[in-house]
């Protein structure tokens, strides 16, 4: 299983459970059990909750492969950065000798 499987399964299932919950709270609304302003808050919750929880998920992957390209020995784009400034102050060094 690749990240771009992972990605898929983690909001997949945060999408299935938001969609199972919503259901579960239209059903309870036609029993009664609910007001509409009730059923429409806790929808505004779930969706809250799903837009974070999907936010977190994408920081765990994030952090994953920073981690293992950072274990590969895989040059970031800040090291890289760096590295172009200092050749740009070498060859400044040169130029002025």
Known sequence: MNIEDLIKVGIGSA??????????????KKRGELTQQEAQNLIE????????KVEEIKKMIEDEVRKQLKELGVATKEDIENLSKKIEEIEKLLKNK
């Open 15 to 28: 999408f299935l459970a938001k969609e199972k919950l919503e259901e579960f709270i239209e059903e309870a």
């Open 45 to 52: 919750e779930l969706k809250k909750e799903s837009e974070q």
